[in-house]
């Protein structure tokens, strides 16, 4: 008895296309942020040393 086989094949067809998409959608997102990360480095990048970083690890004072 086959594994799949009580799946219909429209079904799996449908899950095949759908996690298609849904790679293809995930390539896409990776290569929108990798260019956002290119381009606008964050702020701890830009200034590590900040006050910023001094009031978290001090936050009563």
């Given at each position: 008895?086959?594994?799949?086989?009580?799946?219909?094949?429209?079904?799996?067809?449908?899950?095949?296309?759908?996690?298609?998409?849904?790679?293809?959608?995930?390539?896409?997102?990776?290569?929108?942020?990798?260019?956002?990360?290119?381009r606008?480095?964050?702020?701890?990048?830009?200034?590590?040393?900040s006050?910023?970083?001094?009031?978290?690890?001090?936050p009563?004072?």
């Amino acid at each position: 008895m086959p594994a799949q086989g009580d799946a219909p094949k429209g079904l799996l067809q449908q899950m095949e296309e759908l996690m298609a998409a849904l790679n293809a959608d995930l390539s896409q997102l990776d290569a929108d942020l990798q260019h956002t990360a290119d381009r606008a480095p964050t702020a701890a990048q830009a200034a590590p040393g900040s006050r910023v970083h001094e009031g978290e690890r001090h936050p009563h004072h």
